[in-house]
């Protein structure tokens, strides 16, 4: 199919990862780093050993790396060139290669066009490429490819056809998808969030595109043009070119800000909840939802119970909220509104796993959450209840960061000498700030 022509003014994609720059105070020399969860090697490192501290990835094929992300047990690269690097897990074909074997090492993947951005489900996986069209593989067992033909999974890139115009973001949650396409417009297929939909308000007509295979636009947001989009487990959201951030979908656990157990329909949150300010990044994992305002803050929220919102929460909260909170209205729990997380200002980038989370400050990079399988990269299995700095990469500078499900990946540049002492203060002054 041909790819669909670009609009004339089309809206600078904000979810692309930065390319590199020229660094002066640094060394040229920069290395892959994995760490977590391997069963299926989706580290790279070409084993299937769990790793709790970063280890760098021996590969001639990791030049120009630009962008870097991983689902439920497969990890996926874009160069500067716009060309994918895959590993890890392949048994629905998520890897886009043709075949169902596991793939221990990054390994090159061929598509037809360039790719600007990639995205990974559990099981499947999204492509956008340079001129806007959606490519999809892997499981398509709750219609999360977005295609027509009635196949239960696909090892080749299907295009996704129902979308009309080009695309500029992509999201991919659990068993469901998402797309913004040039005019604003946000889509969502896959039957992900049905179930859950229909247990919590089964005397609703529920909308459509709940339960749609194809793309389905979403309603409620014809007012305001969309630029981005993010995607939980059971959960949507999507960023506003005016600073608003709507959330829809699962509430099980607070993540929509909202007392309903259910959203069927898109709710923005308010702005005073962000201290008055526009938000410019949304990033989500599971259960919990991470937002960057214009000013360099940084809010969490959702679910709380291994420390993903890298804040302390009452011994009760961050739990199931259960069916009760919507029958009553009851007032939200401190865990479910957005709240700053004050040492983290200013955070270039950000990444959420499951329930871990990666960002960059400054020359460091910290970790937090669920941490079972050393995702978080401090040498330990315990959860980390705070951001944490990554102490084997402190002689290094992050530069880019993506996380799956339940790894974590960084590109990091060796460090001159003379800059690492200066970093390794700010990383101990970072420990001892309080939230």
């Known amino acids: 199919m041909t790819a669909p022509e670009p609009c004339a003014h089309k809206p600078h994609a904000t979810n692309h990862a930065p390319r590199l720059q020229p660094m002066d105070t640094y060394t040229t020399k920069c290395r892959l780093y994995t760490w977590g969860a391997n069963s299926y090697g989706q580290l790279g490192q070409g084993n299937t050993e769990d790793l709790a501290d970063p280890q760098h990835t021996e590969s001639s094929l990791l030049k120009g790396v630009i962008c870097i992300t991983g689902g439920g047990g497969h990890s996926a690269l874009i160069t500067d060139s716009g060309s994918l690097l895959v590993c890890g897990q392949n048994h629905k074909g998520q890897l886009g290669l043709g075949h169902t074997t596991e793939v221990l090492t990054f390994v090159p993947l061929s598509l037809s066009s360039p790719v600007q951005q990639v995205c990974c489900g559990w099981d499947s996986t999204l492509f956008l490429t340079d001129s806007g069209q959606v490519l999809s593989c892997g499981s398509n067992a709750f219609g999360q490819l977005g295609v027509s033909l009635q196949v239960p999974y696909s090892a080749e890139p299907l295009p996704v056809q129902s979308l009309h115009e080009p ?78 951030v709507f959330l829809w979908g699962s509430n099980k656990y607070g993540q929509l800000g909202h007392a309903d157990s259910f959203l069927p329909l898109p709710v923005a949150l308010d702005h005073s909840l962000f201290n008055g300010e526009s938000v410019i990044h949304i990033h989500s994992g599971w259960t919990h939802l991470i937002a960057s305002t214009e000013s360099g803050r940084v809010f969490t929220w959702g679910r709380a119970c291994y420390g993903q919102l890298g804040r302390p929460v009452p011994a009760n909260e961050g739990t199931d909220l259960g069916r009760d909170a919507a029958q009553t209205g009851s007032s939200l729990r401190p865990h479910s509104v957005p709240t700053e997380i004050s040492h983290l200002a200013g955070a270039s980038q950000i990444a959420c796993g499951s329930e871990h989370n990666l960002a960059i400050k400054g020359d460091c990079l910290f970790s937090w959450g669920w941490n079972e399988h050393g995702m978080c990269g401090d040498g330990s299995l315990c959860d980390v209840m705070r951001p944490q700095p990554i102490p084997a990469l402190r002689a290094a500078r992050p530069v880019l960061i993506g996380c799956g499900a339940g790894h974590s990946m960084a590109l990091c540049c060796l460090k001159d000498r003379e800059v690492e002492d200066c970093a390794t203060a700010s990383a101990a002054q970072a420990e001892g700030e309080s939230v």
Do not use: F, N
Request: aromatic share 4%.
């Open 167 to 244: 695309v500029i973001s992509i999201a991919a949650g659990l068993r469901h998808a998402l797309a913004v396409t040039c005019s604003g417009g946000v889509y969502q297929w896959g039957k992900g969030m049905h179930s859950q939909a229909k247990r919590c308000r089964h005397d609703t007509v529920l909308p459509s595109y709940l339960s749609s295979k194809e793309p389905c636009k979403v309603p409620g947001l014809d007012l305001v043009t969309s630029v981005k989009v993010a995607a939980g487990s059971t959960h949507s959201a999507c960023l506003t070119a005016g600073g608003d």
